[in-house]
């Protein structure tokens, strides 16, 4: 009797070890799962709020590029250039010549956009293709060459340092 009587609290203790072990492994199990879920809910803000920035930055280069008035194309262009790579700039700076931009001025040309659609085409640690959506309104003292017209543009950005830059902007026909 007494040799059962001291055998079963080594039985008890085996069994209260045995369920100490067995939560012990399933609260570990429990926090590595939360852990790897929470890891890649951050991953996936990470990448969203980088989609985000992509998208801003190439719709704000859209708007700074296509956004001009013939009598202060220096500062709009410096404005623009701000948003892109030195390919990009040398791209866009060779696109309307000195003498063009005195005709313009002459006629009060002034060109206004804005991007109504934009997306991310593909995306990879430091480089990104987005498509932007942009309308542009041109306007002059001659009315008769007033426009509005929408363009789909292939831009390739980017990342240089903690920013995003246009590397090259084309338009897409």
């Known amino acids: 009797m007494v040799a059962r ?8 203790s085996a069994v209260l070890v045995l369920v100490l072990i067995a939560l012990l492994v399933a609260g570990t199990f429990v926090f590595l799962n939360k852990r790897a879920s929470t890891i890649a809910d951050n991953q996936q803000q990470t990448a969203a709020s980088v989609r985000e920035t992509i998208l801003s930055r190439a719709s704000e280069a859209t708007v700074k590029a296509y956004t001009v008035t013939a009598v202060t194309h220096a500062a709009d262009n410096a404005a623009a250039e701000q948003f892109m790579t030195s390919k990009m700039q040398a791209k866009y700076t060779n696109q309307v010549t000195a003498a063009q931009w005195q005709t313009l001025a002459a006629g009060g ?6 991007v109504v659609a934009d997306g ?10 987005v498509f932007v959506l942009v309308v542009v ?3 002059a003292k001659d009315t008769s060459s007033n426009s509005v017209v929408a363009y789909r543009l292939n831009v ?3 990342e240089h ?3 995003w830059l246009v590397d090259d902007m084309n338009v897409v026909l």
């Open 109 to 114: 040309a002034k060109q206004t956009s804005k």
């Open 161 to 163: 340092g903690s920013s």
């Open 156 to 158: 390739d950005m980017v």
């Open 120 to 129: 991310v085409i593909s995306m990879t640690k430091n480089t990104a293709h």
């Open 137 to 139: 309104t041109t306007t």
């Open 5 to 12: 009587f001291l055998a079963a609290p080594r039985r008890i």
